[in-house]
């Protein structure tokens, strides 16, 4: 290949990486807004309406459950926390050799923690939590982002 081709195919794949990287920032930004509000419903002193569809969704119960907080850390504190590195991680850190394999890693562990929410809502609390769905989505995607960034680094 003449130099110039390879550096335009190059060029082409970073910039889409880039794009890559970016639409994991804007998922982060939005995982850290959805955890940053079932936060203030876990620490809320009032009953939540918005989250009440019908008898299987109900926040409240979800976020203040035995299972909304590890060793004293409420979950969605957590959340805040996780999505905060993947941000910092796909905004600030995306020139790095390292960044990819740090963002699969990272972005894996979150999704497996979702899992096993999502599993505590099915199957103990028989409770669904419209958060904590909309936060399982986000982290399913930044995962299959992570990967297509990972697979072409």
């Not at 195919?9 to 890559?20: A, D, T």
């Not at 299972?67 to 991680?89: D, E, K, N, T």
């Not at 600030?92 to 990272?106: D, I, K, V």
């Amino acid at each position: 290949m003449q130099p110039a081709v390879s550096d335009a195919i190059v060029s082409s794949e970073s910039q889409r990486n880039r794009i890559f990287f970016a639409v994991v920032a804007v998922l982060s930004l939005a995982g850290i807004i959805v955890s940053a509000i079932a936060l203030q419903r876990h620490y809320a002193k009032s009953a939540t309406q918005f989250c009440e569809f019908n008898q299987q969704f109900g926040c409240d119960v979800v976020n203040r459950s035995e299972y909304s907080s590890i060793m004293g850390i409420p979950v969605a504190g957590i959340g805040v926390v996780g999505y905060a590195l993947l941000f910092v991680l796909s905004a600030f850190h995306r020139t790095r050799l390292e960044t990819p394999n740090r963002l699969l890693g990272a972005a894996i562990a979150g999704l497996a923690f979702a899992l096993y929410l999502t599993y505590i809502e099915k199957y103990v609390l028989t409770k669904w939590c419209i958060l904590c769905l909309i936060s399982l989505a986000i982290i399913f995607l930044i995962t299959v982002l992570a990967a297509v960034v990972r697979l072409r680094a």
